[in-house]
């Protein structure tokens, strides 16, 4: 009978309200640029590469004709113009390539660097 009538003393103790967010496993991934996460998802570019370096491959990247094919379909069908909605129609275009077409971009990129 004294079973019966024991109360859950866990749920009487007040808990702190969890408001506050819990920080990121790796700080430093808040401060990458979309383009440089984008081009590393994607293998273009080593997570090492420096911002600055990353945004010319990207600028590169952009202005590679496969990629503006695709770039051009997906920007039809949503009419996006502003600037982060490029990057995510560049993203677009790479997430629907190929891994062939992918390495070969990666060489005619590597080609215009030298």
């Given at each position: 009978?004294?079973?019966?009538?024991?109360?859950?003393?866990?749920?009487?103790v007040?808990?702190?309200?969890?408001?506050?967010?819990?920080?990121?496993?790796?700080?430093?991934?808040?401060?990458?640029?979309?383009?440089?996460?984008?081009?590393?998802?994607?293998?273009l570019?080593?997570k090492?590469?420096?911002?600055?370096?990353?945004y010319?491959?990207?600028l590169?990247?952009g202005?590679?004709?496969?990629?503006?094919?695709?770039?051009?379909?997906?920007?039809?069908?949503?009419?996006?113009?502003?600037?982060?909605a490029?990057?995510?129609?560049?993203a677009m275009?790479l997430?629907?390539?190929?891994k062939?077409?992918?390495k070969?971009?990666k060489?005619?990129?590597?080609?215009?660097?030298?």
């Open positions: 009978m004294t079973n019966v009538e024991k109360t859950c003393q866990h749920s009487a007040k808990h702190p309200k969890q408001s506050k967010r819990v920080p990121p496993t790796n700080p430093s991934a808040l401060a990458v640029p979309s383009y440089h996460r984008i081009l590393v998802k994607h293998g570019i080593e090492t590469v420096s911002i600055p370096d990353a010319k491959v990207f590169k990247v202005a590679d004709q496969e990629v503006q094919k695709l770039r051009r379909k997906v920007e039809r069908g949503s009419k996006m113009k502003h600037v982060p490029l990057y995510l129609a560049t275009a997430q629907g390539m190929t062939q077409e992918l070969a971009l060489l005619r990129i590597e080609e215009k660097r030298v």
